[in-house]
């Protein structure tokens, strides 16, 4: 293996903790309110 290989193989499992440790927090049933709040944040007017 190279060092770009290797480069490149950190760099995949570093995304891949990330997009996994978004997807728990944002499916975890204690911000299931927070995120039922946000929903329409855009429509709403001031």
């Known amino acids: 293996m190279t060092l ?3 480069i490149g193989a950190v ?3 570093v995304v891949f903790i ?3 440790s978004a997807y728990f927090y944002a ?3 204690k911000n299931k309110k927070k ?5 329409n944040f855009v429509n ?3």
Do not use: G, H, Q, S
Not at 35 to 39: P, T
């Open 11 to 13: 760099a995949a499992i």
């Open 18 to 20: 990330l997009l996994a």
């Open 35 to 39: 995120f039922e709040e946000l929903r």
């Open 44 to 46: 709403e007017e001031d």
């Open 4 to 6: 770009v290989d290797k």
């Open 27 to 29: 499916f975890r049933p």
